[in-house]
């Protein structure tokens, strides 16, 4: 009999509240008993309690009533162990699902070209794919958060995309919202202005997939930090997937708070690694194929695509770039594509290419530059005539090279990478404020550059 009344008084709601707030409030919820006029409901968190107490209570009071239950007051008991199964709604005439919008109007929609099927997999990023088919899989959560990081280029966008699009298309009744890092700034920072942080709230946490990219750019943003804190707890603790991508590992983001960074290893990390030799010609390979489509006239000698392949190592996207300008010139002039032609056409970009920057190289022209020793570099002297041009080379090293921050510590006399982050935040403080600093850190970097 209650089930049937609460059933009838839950499709009341549904018109009074509107869908999205039905779904992600009201349906969750499981009427127990009402006894002396008043209604238990048991809810999966302390928040939902809450939120539906202080916003839905009249409604909720007044369905019931309508529909025969005698209901002065309600109760929320949370039970954080135990997630209460949504109902099933009432027949109705059957339609086919529509995939819901993975982005909407507060984030990404997917890429359709960043596919599963359209990423070239090597050793330097087979687990990064694996990881990330088994999460759009869907299914029972296990890695939580799934966290992707590693260096411009070498395919974490392709892979978000491509979880986004896959988990869409299998499970069109869920809602995947896929969000920079700085949208999710932007839209926390003008719900506070626009003092409409419930409804930012309820965006965020009622998802069934939130995708974060870029998430070293809420490094020092403290109140923002705040609120993707409770939102990532509020998911992870009613079973949702959280995907995160980032330039470098958790344990590298400087100006993170601790109890984040912990929650971010908590789940799996996994480093997508700079490609290797094998890597780029399938890629490559791979690209050749489409841009035959487009320019059907223009062929490619063999050896072009293993020159390529070994000249230009720094990421995917030059790599690509490379191709395209290639079959570009290819098509308009109506030429093949051949090594000299490649020599020609792509010589800012060998030049690039050629131009690296070692950390020894930096030690040696920082320790010019200030006239100190290696050795008073890399020993443990805390003076300031040796401490700071150790934090400007350290900034160097972060800045022109892609070594990790305990690669680089150790570089410094085995220093921990907790020093090499303070020494590059306090640098950049530094050309802020100390024009002397800003000129050396330039001089130094146009001669290294050179």
Known sequence: MIETQWSDARQGLKKAVGAGNYRSWIEPLELENVEDGVATFAVSTAFVANYVAQNFTDQIKHACRRNGLAVDRL????????????????????????????????????????????????????????????????????????????????????????????????????????????????????????????????????????????????AGKDSTQEEFFHTFNFLVENGKQIIISADRNP??????????????????????????????????????????????????????????????????????????????????????????????????????????????????????????RLSDMTGTKRLRIYARPRQVAMYLCKDLTNRSYPEIGRRFGGRDHTTVMYAVTKVKELMTTDSAIAEDVELLRRALEA
């Open 75 to 218: 109760r929320f008991d949370a039970r954080p162990d135990r997630v209460p199964a949504r109902p099933q709604p009432d027949a109705a005439p059957a339609e086919p699902a529509k995939p819901r919008d993975a982005a909407g109007e507060d984030g990404f929609k997917p890429d359709s070209r960043f596919t599963f099927d359209r990423f070239v997999v090597g050793k330097s990023n087979e687990i990064a794919f694996a990881a990330a088919r088994r999460v759009a899989e869907g299914g029972q959560v296990i890695f939580n958060p799934l966290f992707l990081h590693g260096g411009v280029g070498l395919g974490k966008t392709h892979l978000m995309h491509a979880i986004a699009h896959e988990y869409r298309q299998r499970h069109p009744d869920k809602t995947v919202l896929y969000i920079s890092a700085e949208q999710f700034m932007w839209r926390f920072i003008t719900a506070l202005r626009e003092k409409k942080m419930i409804e930012l709230k309820q965006l965020f946490r009622s998802v069934d997939v939130l995708m974060v990219d870029d998430v070293q750019f809420l």
């Open 251 to 372: 344990v590298e983001i400087a100006d993170l708070e601790d109890r984040i960074r912990s929650r971010l290893q908590c789940g799996l990390v996994v480093d997508l690694h700079p490609t290797d030799y094998e890597l780029r010609v399938g890629i490559l390979q791979s690209k050749i194929e489409y841009f035959h489509g487009i320019y059907p006239g223009v062929s490619i000698v063999p050896g072009v695509v293993e020159f390529l392949a070994h000249r230009i190592v720094s990421n995917v996207r030059v790599l690509e770039g490379a191709l395209t300008r290639l079959f570009a010139m290819g098509g308009l002039v109506g030429r093949q594509i051949t090594i000299e032609m490649a020599k020609d056409c792509l010589a800012d970009i060998f030049r690039a290419s050629d131009r690296k920057v070692s950390i020894d190289e930096i030690q040696r022209k920082v320790c010019e530059h200030y006239n100190i």
